[in-house]
């Protein structure tokens, strides 16, 4: 069964440094989204991407974030300058069509120290 | 404003019972629905997608009644396994003419031996 793949499953980082999250999502499929969920607390969209391009952001996503789709394969996150409130996991998912049944990656857990 | 209200729990049932999950949600004018189940520390998994007319998939059926904004699920003769957090996910209007995957915090099952 095709799955979205995320690496590293777990980063750990100091304050200040950048960090890339990488994701390979399923194959078909032309939407792909970043999420993140602080632990306890729920899942917050971040990022929508379709067509080597950025369709949404949350307020989340400030100056410090960007994604980036470097080959056919490979959707990326970027943080520019990790702060203590950055840590999370981080998810990323795909859709064959925008906003419909997505499928999620494991994730990665990102602790910055 | 963009909101997704679930009870979060826990709910404890024994092997065997029926348990029933609510969802409410603000926007009247949200797409579609679905319910996701997340285990501790994983990814959310598409459980099944939510229909006017209602869908039962197994042992799983899921309602929605848009005229008053709220999603439900309902899970027969529950299985240790199905033990996890079930996230009711809303496609909701983000503004500019985009939709938005907008979780709810989840609900919590327990089933007990």
């Known amino acids: 069964e095709p799955e979205v793949t995320q690496t590293p499953s777990h980063q750990v980082t100091q304050m200040g440094q950048e960090v890339i999250l990488r994701c390979v999502p399923i194959?078909?499929?032309?939407?792909f989204y970043w999420y993140r969920q602080i632990l306890g607390q729920k899942v917050e969209f971040l990022v929508s991407?379709?067509?080597?391009?950025?369709?949404?952001k949350s307020e989340i996503f400030d100056d410090q974030f960007s994604v980036e789709r470097p080959d056919g394969s490979n959707f990326t996150l970027k943080i520019r300058s990790t702060k203590l409130e950055d840590s999370a996991m981080y998810f990323c998912?795909?859709?064959?069509?925008?906003?419909?049944?997505?499928?999620f990656g494991q994730g990665t857990r990102l602790t910055v120290v | 404003r963009k909101e997704v209200e679930q009870d979060p729990g826990p709910f404890n049932v024994p092997e065997g019972a029926t348990v029933a999950f609510n969802c409410t949600y603000s926007?009247?004018?949200?797409?579609?629905f679905f319910w996701y189940r997340q285990d501790c520390r994983k990814e959310p998994k598409l459980l099944m997608s939510?229909?006017?007319s209602g869908n039962e998939d197994g042992r799983f059926t899921a309602q929605l009644n848009r005229a008053s904004q709220y999603i439900s699920l309902l899970i027969r003769d529950s299985k240790l396994s199905d033990s996890a957090t079930y996230l009711c996910?809303?496609?909701?209007?983000?503004?500019?003419?985009?939709?938005?995957?907008?979780f709810g915090k989840g609900t919590k099952l327990s089933v007990i031996p």
């Open positions: 998912a795909s859709s064959a069509v925008m906003n419909t049944e997505a499928f």
């Open positions: 194959s078909n499929h032309l939407y």
């Open positions: 991407f379709y067509n080597n391009e950025i369709s949404e």
């Open positions: 926007n009247s004018a949200s797409q579609s």
């Open positions: 939510v229909y006017s």
């Open positions: 996910v809303v496609n909701m209007p983000s503004g500019a003419g985009s939709y938005q995957l907008t």
